[in-house]
């Protein structure tokens, strides 16, 4: 059975580089924006403020940045997606066209200064983080520039307007402090929706393939049920042809291998499905079997498991039916996984159930949780190498962290709430920690949940279409 290494290993082959995700089409729309915002600002600047502007350079200004968006649309398809580079170098001119157009229009005393923060919020949206420092610094630069350096804003009559040095000096180091703040906010935000997105992409996909897993093994039961019966007819009639042609060799041994391989023929069915159509029973098992072919593919890891399986009060009756539902299966086998890899030698699964709810445990006598991550468990922890001390504990693992992830998505989509603890104090020695000193998963569904209450029968099979 696959497992969830597979699933991750894969995704990360078909992760996009950061400046993929940026589309040309909307920085052209942007431009346009900034475009008309700007010619309107001249306008309201000459009409109705009557401020002397150098009109020529700044529609100089604002030409070049039409120029460049009638290039982009006439030369790139609109579905294009920016390389690195290619968003870089259009941010830049950006940032370049707007801090001159500043310089013309008074400096640090026009207002839309602050419109400088919007290519490096961009940036840190959408590039790698050399990109958005390159590109931050350089806003930093040129506001620095500008505010030594402008064109001063003149009113009609040839008067300058000016403010006072103080709200001017107070300005830039906002600007500054804007530049660095909304830069690593908006970063950080970015970086845990992306690394939010690769996570969820994975457990799709991890659920996609369990429950094809789980279709196919149904086809191949049907298949070894209805082929039973002329198996079973092809195996008879060959037995009768055996003992009648006893007095010819040659016939018989040809009857023989009929025989023979019919029953190899039911064999290999048996070995690739265990059930008939699409039963209704099969919908369905034991909490303990449940269990058990959860963790059926870490059994023989080298690492002890016990399973227990129990009532927590009389009233709870016997053992419940559990809906065998792939996101729950695929969310317990990544649980017992974690707990295999990190445990020394032994892990236990117990199992708990009440009128009201189902309850289930899973300890390992390994090290534990670290300290500086238990409060983040269940987050996805997307990494793209592995460290030699951790790979030699786990050894043969290939992953991106997104075990425990996958498996709290998964069950919580079941109706499950999940609890990570550790078994023991991290600073005991080894001879003071108790056997089940490691990691403790506690899972726990209301029993309408999972729990299949049977009261007659379970209505008619299905055949499987595909």
Not at 43 to 71: E, K, Q, T
Not at 76 to 92: I, V
Not at 220 to 225: D, L, M, N, Q, R
Not at 295 to 318: I, T, Y
């Amino acid at each position: 059975m696959p497992d969830q290494r597979d699933i991750t290993a894969a995704q990360a082959d078909f992760r996009p580089e950061r400046g993929d995700w940026l589309r040309i089409r909307t920085l052209i729309l942007l431009r346009w924006m900034a475009i008309g915002g700007q010619l309107v600002a001249l306008g309201v600047a000459s009409i109705y403020l009557h401020m002397r502007l150098p009109l020529d350079l700044c529609f100089l200004a604002i030409g070049l940045a039409v120029i460049a968006n009638l290039v982009s649309i006439f030369v790139y398809p609109q579905n294009k997606r920016l390389t690195e580079n290619e968003a870089l170098l259009t941010l830049l001119f950006d940032l370049a066209q707007l801090s001159f157009l500043l310089y013309l229009t008074g400096g640090l005393t026009n207002p839309f200064a602050l419109l400088i923060l919007a290519p490096v919020t961009v940036s840190a949206s959408a590039l790698d983080l050399r990109s958005t420092l390159l590109l931050g610094a350089l806003a930093a630069g040129l506001v620095t520039l500008i505010g030594a350096l402008s064109v001063p804003l003149r009113y009609m009559d040839g008067s300058v307007f000016l403010i006072p040095p103080l709200f001017a000096f107070g300005f830039w180091i906002a600007l500054l402090i804007g530049i660095a703040f909304l830069g690593l906010y908006s970063r950080r935000i970015a970086t845990e929706m992306h690394s939010m997105s690769d996570a969820l992409l994975a457990t799709q996909m991890a659920l996609a393939r369990e429950q094809k897993l789980t279709d196919l093994g149904g086809v191949i039961a049907a298949a070894a049920h209805e082929l039973g019966t002329p198996l079973a007819t092809i195996k008879l009639v060959s037995t009768e042809l055996v003992d009648e042609l006893a007095s010819h060799p040659d016939w018989a041994e040809d009857a023989q291998l009929i025989r023979e391989q019919a029953d190899r023929c039911r064999d290999i069915l048996r070995s690739m499905g265990k059930a008939g159509k699409d039963d209704l029973h099969l919908r369905q098992a034991p909490l303990s079997e449940v269990l058990r072919e959860a963790a059926e593919p870490h059994l023989d890891r080298g690492k002890a498991v016990q399973f227990s399986v129990m009532a927590s009060s009389l009233a709870a009756g016997k053992e419940p039916q559990i809906l065998r539902r792939p996101e729950l299966i695929h969310g317990l086998r990544n649980l017992v996984q974690n707990a295999v890899d990190f445990a020394h030698g032994r892990v236990w699964i117990d199992a708990q159930y009440s009128e009201a709810r189902v309850r289930v445990v899973i300890v390992d006598d390994g090290p534990g949780y670290p300290a500086q991550v238990i409060g983040r468990i269940g987050d996805p922890f997307v990494r793209s190498r592995r460290q030699s001390q951790e790979q030699a504990g786990r050894p043969g693992y290939e992953g991106m962290g997104l075990g425990l992830f996958i498996a709290k998505t998964l069950l919580e989509r079941t109706g499950a709430q999940l609890a990570f603890a550790n078994g023991s104090d991290p600073f005991l020695t080894p001879q003071e920690r108790p056997d089940r000193s490691g990691a403790i998963v506690e899972v726990i569904w209301p029993r309408e949940a999972v729990v299949v209450e049977v009261a007659g029968g379970l209505g008619e099979n299905r055949a499987i279409t595909t």
